[in-house]
């Protein structure tokens, strides 16, 4: 049984780690490495891999450091790239659509829609079979996925509140136009949920919820009534 | 203890002063040098030699309007001690010497003697300081009447091992047994501190760190140096063996072609056939001369007898002209002979007789000379006569001699012409028997007809021929055979090549890996150090908020910062008293007086021993901190231009004691 958890999860840093039957992929490292370390128990050279989903710094801070702690990281060219990465014998380069074996899983990464170059999302299959989608920083899903187990994707604010706060001033229209185009709402999430089969799925995670565009216990209340399954909202820290 | 009476003599200054706090708390209030301070550098120097800023080397003396020591005093300090029980006076007089010398009318200055008494009994330097110990050890006695001695004069590390001492350390096991996250700390300890675990840990990750800088230039080196090479190194050698075999192969063949194999064959059988051809030959010469063998018999004899008739007759001839040529000389000897024969006929006798004697010369008589004459004349007639005759007997005897030799010339003439018929009869036999040979000769069976013959010498035909061509051929074939090894050759240095291009890249991606393992291997161990690290951090975290909260619990104002957390995460030790989160060394006066006497109050606990206390400058204070010890606050108070002394407490009864 694939095992997903937030240990990170806002645009202050990302960090997730899903776990089958000892083997650990990590994604994101957008947090202090030392946080990484402790937030792994210092067992960073038993990682099979770390997926990085874009450059942007809160998903991938310290990713010099876990290179240098010797894990295998995947990401597309442009991340690689934008990280100065791109040499280095650790580096794996992912190409969207094309699925690559990690230490027994198997993850298909998919192209999503964000400021960042080649932005990724991504499939991953667990060595016992297990199917977790994962997909932040985006606009919107642009798949379709089957049998899936674990849903963990951004909920990053709701559509209603980012009007308010931008009628209320609190946030700019350019910001609010800049969320809206690369991050996924509530609204979007919940379209995304309604377009897979959800028959096999055990846990909906909601991640990278937005400070002051978001209401937590609105969207897990939302997605539950939807989907009639357990859902976890990713904590800030 | 507490001080009864303080009496001072000549010492810096107070000429006579006596100071009876009777064992009270008492306050001395006067200006600036009044001598407040004096009083606690006499009682300091009475007891220890030193004043009371703890310096051995200060002027007791009093001093001139000059400036310069008046000399010929008594410096004398006199303390009367309440020991709680007994009571203990000490009295130390320090004087100038001076000594009148011999033969000198003034005394001369020869140095300081200090005189002691204990209870007014003189006593020696040493008995006066080893009872001086008996009552408190120098240190102590220090740390309990001063208060500031302990934060301003100790080091920090003698202040952290005097406050470890006295509010009790916290061992290792005590801190590692507070939190359970530390339970793995002992195995990794060992038998080291965790200071020297920290460093070992530290120097062990900068080694790490080095290392782990180096492995991803290797890997990038070792990248950059894979040859480009594709291909399945199985198939390779396979197909680099097929290509060996097959070289060896054509190596064998050209070695062949070059070593001449078949033209040496069709040698030898050439020959062959040239010897068969011989013998045939041969065989039929023998055939031929058996044919004509007797024929040839019968030819060597006539031939043979031929030649020896004509050799008879050659020499007949000869004997014959040998025979002719002697009957012409005999011949010609009896022409001779006949012509002798005429001459001495022919010859007549001329007479010259003497007729006169030769001895008397008298003519002779006639007939005697007729008779003379007719005599020679007869003689005459003789002789010739007999010489004619030897001439006719030769003649006739040589006549004789050529008869005979005509007889045989004629003889020889006969024997040569019967020698020559029959050498002429012989010779025409030889030339019948010649022509019967060269006609039995000619009728012999040829070789040339023969069927062997003819194959075998069409067979040579043939050979040579074929070696003429193979001569030629062979070049070709060599050259062939050639190409074909140059060939062969070129593909399995390519194939060597590319093979030899695999395996390097096959021990670069080896490398690589190695690399590659060795790295997450170092990460590893790094990780596990950086772990251990944390460890130990939280240890020290754990410990010290134990120690100073045990440090701490020991005092009434004081708070003891005992670690300085530095920037790398690390703490060192420290120890620094605070009041109210201010450092000490930020404290006024009065905090820091404060700071000292709650201190003093902990120590005085800790060493059971309790001192009088002097306060200097205690004017800065509003509200001074109570001690156990007797206070002797010294007040500076411009209003005083003498020293004036109040008692604050009630002065204790001598008969308690």
């Keep these: 049984m694939v095992d997903f958890k937030a240990h990170a999860s806002s645009s202050a840093g990302n960090l997730y780690t899903v776990t089958d039957g000892g083997k650990t992929l990590v994604i994101e490292c957008g947090v202090r490495f030392k946080t990484l370390q402790s937030a792994l128990g210092f067992s960073l050279s038993s990682v099979s891999g770390l997926l990085v989903s874009h450059a942007h710094q809160d998903h991938a801070a310290c990713i010099q450091d876990v290179l240098r702690a010797s894990v295998p990281c995947y990401m597309s060219e442009g991340t690689a790239q934008a990280l100065g990465v791109a040499g280095h014998h650790r580096t794996h380069i992912l190409t969207g659509l094309r699925q690559v074996d990690i230490g027994g899983w198997t993850v298909l990464p998919f192209g999503v829609i964000h400021d960042a170059d080649e932005p990724l999302g991504f499939l991953i299959v667990a060595p016992g079979g297990d199917r977790l989608v994962y997909a932040v920083d985006t606009a919107y899903v642009p798949y379709r996925f089957e049998r899936l187990s674990v849903i963990a994707i951004e909920a990053n604010f709701s559509l209603d509140t980012i009007r308010r706060n931008v009628a209320s001033g609190e946030i700019a229209l350019s910001h609010k136009n800049r969320v809206i185009q690369n991050h996924m709402s509530i609204e979007r999430a919940l379209d995304m949920l309604r377009a897979n089969d959800l028959s096999q799925v055990r846990e909906i995670h909601l991640l990278h919820l937005s400070d002051g565009n978001s209401d937590a216990e609105a969207f897990r209340r939302q997605v539950q009534e939807l989907t009639g399954k357990p859902v976890y909202v990713a904590a800030r820290q | ?657």
């Design chain 2, 1 to 657: 203890m507490r001080l009864l009476r303080l009496a001072l003599r000549n010492f810096k200054g107070l000429q006579k002063f006596v100071l009876e706090p009777n064992g009270a708390d008492i306050a001395v209030f006067g200006n600036n040098a009044t001598g407040k301070t004096t009083l606690a550098d006499a009682f300091m120097w009475l007891l220890f030699d030193k004043d009371s800023t703890n310096r051995k080397d200060f002027e007791i003396k009093t001093l001139g309007p000059d400036g310069q020591p008046v000399h010929g005093l008594e410096h004398e300090v006199e303390a009367t001690l309440d020991l709680e029980p007994g009571r203990l006076t000490l009295r130390k007089v320090y004087q100038e010497q001076w000594t009148k010398k011999r033969g000198s009318a003034a005394k001369q200055f020869t140095g300081h003697i200090t005189d002691h008494f204990i209870d007014g009994v003189p006593a020696t330097k040493t008995e006066f300081t080893t009872r001086v110990a008996r009552i408190a050890d120098e240190a102590a006695f220090r740390l309990l009447t001063d208060p500031l001695y302990f934060n301003a004069q100790l080091h920090w590390q003698k202040r952290r091992e005097i406050l470890l001492q006295v509010c009790g350390d916290v061992s290792d096991a005590d801190v590692i047994a507070s939190d359970p996250a530390l339970a793995g700390l002992p195995e990794i300890l060992g038998n080291k501190t965790i200071e020297q675990l920290r460093k070992v840990l530290a120097a062990r990750k900068a080694e790490i760190n080095q290392e782990l800088d180096r492995i991803p230039v290797r890997i990038d080196e070792a990248r950059r140096g894979l040859p480009e090479a594709g291909g399945d190194a199985a198939a390779l050698t396979t197909r680099l063996d097929g290509l060996r075999a097959q070289r060896s192969q054509v190596g064998a063949e050209r070695l062949r072609i070059q070593a001449g194999g078949e033209a040496a064959e069709l040698t030898k059988r050439l020959r062959e056939n040239e010897a068969a051809a011989l013998l045939l030959q041969q065989s039929y010469r023998v055939k031929a001369d058996e044919a004509v063998r007797e024929t040839q018999v019968l030819l060597a004899d006539e031939i043979y007898e031929a030649d020896r008739r004509a050799r008879d007759g050659r020499r007949l001839r000869d004997e014959i002209a040998q025979g002719q040529k002697d009957l012409a000389l005999s011949q010609a000897r009896t022409q001779k002979l006949r012509d002798q024969w005429h001459e001495v006929d022919a010859r007549h006798l001329t007479l010259s007789i003497e007729e006169v004697c030769p001895t008397c010369g008298r003519p002779l008589p006639e007939d005697r000379v007729r008779e003379a004459r007719e005599k020679a004349q007869a003689d005459f007639n003789a002789r010739k006569a007999a010489e004619l005759e030897e001439i006719t007997a030769q003649g006739k005897r040589l006549a004789e001699s050529v008869e005979t030799a005509q007889r045989s010339v004629a003889k020889l003439e006969a024997m040569a012409a019967e020698a020559e018929r029959d050498a002429a009869e012989h010779q025409a036999k030889v030339a019948e028997l010649q022509g019967k040979v060269n006609r039995l000769r000619a009728d012999a069976p040829v070789i040339e007809s023969d069927s062997e013959y003819k194959r075998l010498e069409a067979e040579r035909h043939e050979i040579r021929e074929k070696l003429a061509k193979l001569r030629e051929g062979n070049t070709e074939a060599l050259a062939r055979v050639e190409g074909r090894v140059r060939e062969l050759d070129e593909q399995i240095t390519a194939a060597e090549a590319d093979l030899g291009r695999i395996s390097q890249r096959e021990r670069g991606l080896e490398r690589i890996k190695e690399l590659e393992a060795d790295e997450r291997r170092l990460a590893g161990e790094f990780e596990e150090l950086e772990r251990q690290l944390y460890l130990t951090e939280q240890f020290i975290r754990a410990k010290v908020s134990m120690l100073e909260e045990r440090v701490n619990g020991c005092f009434q104002l004081a708070r003891f910062k005992l670690f300085d957390q530095q920037v790398n995460g690390g703490l060192t030790e420290v120890c620094e008293a605070t009041y109210n989160g201010v450092p000490y060394s930020g404290l006024n006066h009065g905090g820091q007086l404060n700071v000292g006497l709650d201190i003093i109050n902990t120590l005085t606990e800790h060493y059971k021993f309790v001192a009088p206390v002097w306060v200097d400058n205690a004017e800065s204070v509003t509200a001074i901190l109570r001690t156990r010890g007797q206070q002797i606050k010294l007040v500076v108070s411009a209003a005083d231009k003498v020293l004036r002394v109040e008692r604050e407490s009630a002065p204790i009864k001598k008969e308690v004691a």
